[in-house]
């Protein structure tokens, strides 16, 4: 079993940034793909950006150039650099993670990421 606890949301203006972090526990081997996804209301949960286990990363189009994501597997935690950012970008964010080996897919409890004009 892992747990995924996001921390860092919260209320920015326009153009400012967030770091979202998202760490993992419980028992399990390893953690393949991470990743984070959004959903704003009454919208669909979409793709902002995944990192492998070995880093490589894919972004969704709407925030490449901008967000950045990273992990540090001896702490089994993902983070999100959000610069820029734009009101668009309001949403609840939340963390994914699949174990290895079961492939077994993990859901984090969700951050609020507000941002102001």
């Known amino acids: 079993q892992v747990q995924l606890v996001e921390s860092g949301g919260g209320l920015v203006q326009a153009g400012g940034s967030l770091r979202l972090s998202c760490t993992a526990s419980?028992?399990?081997?390893?953690?393949?793909?991470m990743g984070w996804y959004r959903q704003a209301l009454g919208k669909q949960r979409d793709l902002v950006a995944v990192?492998?286990?070995?880093?490589?990363?894919n972004y969704g189009d709407s925030v490449k150039g901008r967000f950045t994501i990273s992990r540090d597997n001896s702490k089994n935690t993902m983070y999100l650099q959000m610069n820029s950012l734009e009101p668009e970008d309001t949403a609840v964010y939340y963390c994914n993670a699949k174990e290895i080996p079961s492939a077994r897919n993990y859901w984090g409890q969700g951050t609020q990421v507000t941002v102001s004009s």
């Open positions: 990192v492998s286990r070995g880093g490589v990363t």
């Open positions: 419980g028992s399990f081997f390893a953690l393949g793909a």
